[in-house]
């Protein structure tokens, strides 16, 4: 009835699952993640148990593989209805699926990911996502990887019963809100007609409002773009002795306080400035 990708970042610091189904609000049910643990998707009879399980095993350095051993030998449920997938801070993710699941259903492993899914098109879901996830190698956010192996499945056929929610759940210490949480990326389609392509929207807006600026990018508030900024922040309501805290009024108020530096500008924000 789903399919998933659990994986981690090249650089071991970003776990995360991104799911989809034809199911209400999905995200609520498969994914479970903790920054520098692992990551688990459980689903097909889902067993939801199987999420702080799996991470305290993860926890206490259970290798990706042996947890999903061990969380299928202490299921007193119907096993082979299960599907379950994990991974850990490092080596090779592992899946299971029962010999009961819907067909089309199966999964495929390899270092730092697992796919699975049940109740699908077909195999090439589970394959095209695979060659998705070791195309996007070069890709350094990891929800944007997983994403584009969500989509790849979902133009496979996906849930061979048709559309509805999808899910993208990634961690990485320091990495949420403010640096004040864990918890990088945390967005739910829970019933639409194209989720996983609401799901890639939402992602674009979650970066622009809650991503750190590339200080690459940044441009030094100084002379005639300062004295714009300054022009447009008034026109705004937001005039001010100190162009930084107008500044930060303004964004703050447009939700873009995650971008703010002193004495610079992300140009998104400027992008969001001129277009206010």
Same mark, same amino acid.
């Given at each position: 009835?789903?399919?998933?990708?659990?994986?981690?970042?090249?650089?071991?610091?970003?776990?995360?699952?991104?799911?989809?189904?034809?199911?209400?609000?999905?995200?609520?049910?498969?994914?479970?993640?903790?920054?520098?643990?692992?990551?688990?998707?459980?689903?097909?009879?889902?067993? +939801?148990?199987?999420?702080?399980?799996?991470?305290?095993?993860?926890?206490?350095?259970?290798?990706?593989?042996?947890?999903?051993?061990?969380?299928?030998?202490?299921?007193?449920?119907?096993?082979?209805?299960?599907?379950?997938?994990?991974?850990?801070?490092?080596?090779?993710?592992?899946?299971?699926?029962?010999?009961?699941?819907?067909?089309?259903?199966?999964?495929?492993?390899?270092?730092?990911?697992?796919?699975?899914?049940?109740?699908?098109?077909?195999?090439?879901?589970?394959?095209?996502?695979?060659?998705?996830?070791?195309?996007?190698?070069?890709?350094?956010?990891?929800?944007?990887?997983?994403?584009?192996?969500?989509?790849?499945?979902?133009?496979?056929?996906?849930?061979?019963?048709?559309?509805?929610?999808?899910?993208?759940?990634?961690?990485?210490?320091?990495?949420?809100?403010?640096?004040?949480?864990?918890?990088?990326?945390?967005?739910?389609?829970?019933?639409?007609?194209?989720?996983?392509?609401?799901?890639?929207?939402?992602?674009?807006?979650?970066?622009?409002?809650?991503?750190?600026?590339?200080?690459?990018? +940044?441009?030094?508030?100084?002379?005639?773009?300062?004295?714009?900024?300054?022009?447009?922040?008034?026109?705004?309501?937001?005039?001010?002795?100190?162009?930084?805290?107008?500044?930060?009024?303004?964004?703050?108020?447009?939700?873009?306080?995650?971008?703010?530096?002193?004495?610079?500008?992300?140009?998104?924000?400027?992008?969001?400035?001129?277009?206010?």
């Amino acid at each position: 009835m789903t399919f998933s990708i659990v994986a981690r970042s090249a650089d071991g610091k970003a776990m995360g699952v991104a799911v989809a189904s034809k199911f209400l609000g999905v995200g609520a049910a498969v994914p479970a993640a903790l920054a520098d643990v692992g990551a688990v998707a459980t689903q097909s009879y889902a067993n +939801l148990a199987y999420r702080p399980q799996a991470l305290a095993l993860l926890g206490t350095g259970v290798a990706a593989t042996e947890t999903v051993k061990a969380l299928i030998a202490g299921d007193a449920g119907p096993i082979e209805h299960r599907q379950v997938g994990v991974v850990g801070p490092e080596g090779p993710g592992a899946t299971f699926t029962g010999d009961q699941c819907h067909d089309w259903a199966g999964g495929v492993a390899g270092d730092g990911y697992a796919i699975q899914g049940n109740m699908l098109a077909g195999p090439a879901v589970v394959g095209d996502m695979e060659k998705a996830w070791l195309a996007a190698a070069d890709q350094h956010r990891l929800a944007y990887r997983l994403l584009a192996a969500l989509r790849a499945g979902d133009r496979a056929g996906g849930d061979r019963r048709g559309r509805q929610s999808a899910a993208l759940h990634v961690v990485a210490k320091g990495l949420g809100y403010g640096g004040t949480s864990d918890v990088w990326v945390d967005l739910r389609v829970d019933d639409h007609t194209d989720p996983v392509g609401e799901l890639g929207r939402l992602l674009g807006m979650h970066s622009l409002y809650f991503e750190f600026p590339d200080p690459a990018t +940044l441009l030094p508030l100084t002379g005639a773009l300062a004295d714009e900024v300054a022009a447009r922040l008034a026109e705004a309501g937001h005039a001010g002795p100190d162009l930084d805290e107008s500044l930060a009024s303004w964004a703050g108020v447009e939700n873009l306080e995650m971008r703010i530096v002193p004495g610079k500008i992300d140009p998104l924000v400027l992008d969001q400035l001129r277009a206010a």
